[in-house]
């Protein structure tokens, strides 16, 4: 590739057909957004980036152990509980994050050896959450949730910070003629999409080697920033320094 061009969907559509040397009629439209989100879901899959974090606030119920997962999560990063039933302001706690095993079991120690208590009675503060599954991550409410103990007391309000696969190029999740990765990992999805587009055609086996080969070392490089340099700073880590060897006198 000459250089490197940011990318939008105008435009890394026809790049798609152009390197395979296809047209329209073998790479349809349709065809080329499953490859675009195909490989798009690779590049988020493989490397968490800042793009996919997000936050969303929520009041807990009172004498309710469970709440919902934020729509599309694919992981939680936290979930930060604030004394507080009005306002998301000042410092918060955070909660444990722990199985529902451990749940079950810090329940059962609080309730008593006489078993008329249940989880949802042991209530104050909540101080661990537990994930559950079972949902098709739609909505809200079907995409699964957190197990809560102890049971809110009150209406607290909370935060949880979490990672969702963003809206892609002409994806089924919604379509954007720009997203981050045609932005600024541009030759990367450009490879990917490659991978996947000579997969499908079947194409030759050292054509599909080299696009593989030339994703990775760019995810590497790609990784680099996002991983490295976008997680620390000069003030606080100081500036990075490369050891370079030099001749011996």
Not at 27 to 45: K, N, S, W
Not at 186 to 206: N, T
Not at 233 to 240: A, I, L, S
């Amino acid at each position: 590739m000459s250089g490197v061009k940011k990318y939008d969907y105008s435009t890394l559509t026809p790049a798609i057909r152009d390197y395979p040397e296809v047209s329209s009629d073998v790479l349809t439209t349709t065809v080329v957004d499953g490859i675009i989100m195909a490989a798009e879901f690779r590049i988020y899959q493989e490397l968490p980036m800042d793009s996919q974090r997000f936050v969303q606030e929520g009041t807990f119920a009172a004498d309710d152990n469970t709440i919902d997962s934020p729509v599309g999560a694919l992981f939680l990063r936290g979930v930060e509980v604030f004394n507080s039933t009005s306002a998301t302001t000042g410092n918060g706690t955070w909660l444990e994050k722990k199985d529902q095993t451990y749940l079950s079991e810090y329940t059962d120690r609080l309730t008593g050896p006489e078993g008329d208590l249940t989880a949802q009675d042991v209530t104050g503060f909540p101080k661990y959450y537990a994930m559950f599954g079972g949902a098709d991550n739609t909505t809200d409410t079907s995409s699964g949730g957190m197990y809560i103990a102890p049971t809110p007391d009150a209406n607290y309000k909370f935060r949880i910070y979490y990672n969702k696969m963003p809206n892609g190029l002409g994806s089924a999740t919604g379509f954007n003629n720009n997203t981050y990765l045609s932005t600024y990992f541009p030759q990367g999805l450009l490879y990917a999409c490659l991978v996947e587009a000579f997969g499908y055609l079947k194409g030759p086996m050292d054509m599909l080697t080299y696009y593989e080969n030339r994703y990775k070392n760019a995810l590497q490089q790609f990784a680099g920033m996002q991983l490295g340099r976008r997680r620390r700073d000069d003030y606080t880590d100081g500036t990075v320094r490369i050891q370079v060897k030099s001749p011996s006198p």
